[in-house]
């Protein structure tokens, strides 16, 4: 059997299991869901000091940005495996969220956002006038 070593492939594949890739970060992993008239979004970021975080939206582009400090060089590490440095992660926010109410609350290690479903994309009942004064309500 032959085998060959290709070092830009091992290299590659190291990157992505440190770096992750864009389908899976590795530095800001992500849970989402949905609370009945809201979206609750939670990033674990370890170690990340809350001075360091940093949220930006910019139309419908929900940025999140942090920075976990850099090691001490003068320290004699047995082991470095998490990512150090600045990383981000965007979101891209549908038409249906409230852009101009979203919550932050940052604990224990863990970045929760709340953003509220807005009210225009929230049903809602319509009234119905006809030729007689009676109205009747419709969903919608």
Known sequence: M???TDPFRDLD?????????AARPAVMPMDAWREQDRFVVEFDLPGVNADSLDLDVDKN????????????ENR???AAERPRGVFSRQLFLGENLDADKIEANYDAGVLRLTIPVAEKAKPRKIEISSGHSE??????
């Open 76 to 78: 004699e590490m047995v």
């Open 13 to 21: 594949r190291l990157t992505q299991q440190f770096l992750g890739t």
């Open 61 to 72: 582009t929900l940025t999140v940005r942090a920075e976990r400090s850099a090691l001490d």
């Open 2 to 4: 032959l085998m060959r």
């Open 135 to 140: 109205k009747k309500a419709v969903n919608a």
